[in-house]
């Protein structure tokens, strides 16, 4: 089956009491067994439930994975992922990760004495000469949140296989319509089904994947354990999103695009971050793994004063967190999705107190050029 076959099929079959051609909410936290030991497959919700079962095998099948694990949002996936180790393992992680990801590395995993190096995971010699006897994991987000840095899949993939460390890759922003991990060879792909997968900004969750049957068979077990699924209808609401991600991803791409090529004209925007234009640093490398380059822009408007004053005047596109909703979003990562990156480390990386995040939605592009212009006028 093709993608766009998959995204509406995969997972879901007309249910076999009533012939219902969508997935039913199965809104039970039990299951009855005709005896000691004997029943359908379902015993308690916390462990599975049939409308989280069709979102799992759903977009496992559009990563071209064995194994989908749904929970309760994108944090208690990643979570998750870093439970699969143990005191003392250290995990290199792309430094330009989403905010949430490095607070629980630094502010909660740290306690338990996992280390974490964040580094720059586009340079792979860089990597390579990071990793030590201790390192068990390269955690990977690509394209990364918010300055859109572009990691090589197959290289990092590659380097986990020579020392046997885990793979895994945020593929949040990309999707698996524009670009499949597993492919790559990497073991562990993570989304948070809050942006493009749901796509409608109306539910929470997250979702790992993988071919690994020892991986999933013990990620199950920690989800099993500590209880951080995702509920029925929210499982619902993802799988009716998911229908659409095809058609949204290539609106999403197209209207990014001429959006980013109008950023670079704008004499106010001092930088353009958008793997689809030329002048991004891995465009190349872009062009070659993902099947577009997705909705994300990031762009620096030189200073604090005139981020917030665009801000302050936007008014089609909403200033909030989140992104990959058909609606246009707009951010400033400083003081938002990236404020527990301490400043120095920000600076580092490239979120400048100018630097302002867009989620490009699927209204008409003119509309939201237009917008931009008349907040830019402002400044
Ligand atoms: C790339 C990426 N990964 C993970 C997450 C966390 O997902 P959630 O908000 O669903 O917990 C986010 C949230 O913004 C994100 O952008």
Known sequence: MKFSTKAIHAGQQPDPTTGAVMTPVYLTSTYVQEEIGKHKGYVYSRVANPTRTALEHNIAALENGKHGIAFGSGMAAVDTIFRLLKPCD?????????????????????????????????????????????????????????????????????????NRLISVCDNTFA???????????????????????????????????????????????????VGAILSPFDAWLCLRGIKTLPV?????????????????????????????????????????????????????????????????????CALAESLGGVETLISHPATMTHASVPREQRQKIGITDGLVRLSVGLEDVNDIISDLLQSFKKI
């Open 90 to 162: 250290h995990v290199i992680i792309s430094h330009n990760v989403y905010g949430g990801t490095y607070r629980l590395a630094k502010q909660v995993l740290e306690d338990f004495r996992l280390q974490f190096d964040f580094i720059d995971t586009t340079n792979i010699k860089l990597v390579e000469q990071t990793i030590r006897q201790e390192t068990r994991m390269i955690f990977v987000e690509t394209p990364t949140n918010p300055t859109m840095e572009i990691t090589d899949l197959a290289a990092i993939s590659k380097l986990t296989k020579r």
């Open 248 to 316: 949204r991803m290539e609106q999403h791409s197209k209207n990014a695009l001429q959006v980013a090529r109008w950023l670079t004209r704008q004499r106010k925007v001092k930088r353009v971050f958008y793997p689809g234009l030329p002048i991004h640093p891995q465009h190349k490398l872009a062009k070659r793994q993902m099947d577009d380059f997705g909705g994300m822009i990031a762009f620096d408007l030189g200073s604090f004063s005139n981020a917030k004053k665009i801000l302050k005047h936007i008014k089609l």
């Open 175 to 225: 999707t698996p319509y524009l670009q499949q991990p597993l492919s790559y060879g990497i073991d562990i792909v993570i989304h948070s089904l809050t942006k493009y997968l749901n796509g409608h900004s109306d539910m929470l969750g997250g979702l790992i994947v993988t071919s690994d049957n020892k991986i999933a068979e013990r990620l199950r077990f920690i989800q099993k354990s």
